[in-house]
């Protein structure tokens, strides 16, 4: 890929992309990552009517990514994992052309992290990682 350089890091490496840097380890999970994510879009899609394919992937924010000092309803800054994501995205042969498949039937998926949730617009917000069912850090839903 384009602007990128592995470089050692103390005792291990960092992967340098565009202006930004990241663990290279996580680096390499993130690609492998990214796969199971387009594929689980693709299972997705088969349920839902063709007009409305527009899906959210919600990510945790990878392990020990702080949020900081945000209020209920803001969002946190991207993440260096959510960045490499969307730079793979961009400059990827592999993953555009998975990207450019999908998106010529009609099916676009984007990638966030959950950062709040609630039950109802009356409730108050509450940390992503306290909704009830989140077994798993990744979910999948229709966008409205």
Known sequence: MPNTRVEPYYDSYRLYFADEAIDFAQAVALVYYYFPLAFGCL?????????????????????????????PGEIAQKTQGMKFLEFIREHSATAKGIDDENQSEGAICTYTNLEWWRREAKDDLKEGKKYPHFVLADWLVSRP
């Open 43 to 71: 299972r997705a899609w088969g349920g839902i009517k063709e007009e409305e394919r527009k899906l959210v992937v919600f990510l945790d924010r990878f392990p020990a990514v702080s949020r900081g000092e945000i209020k």
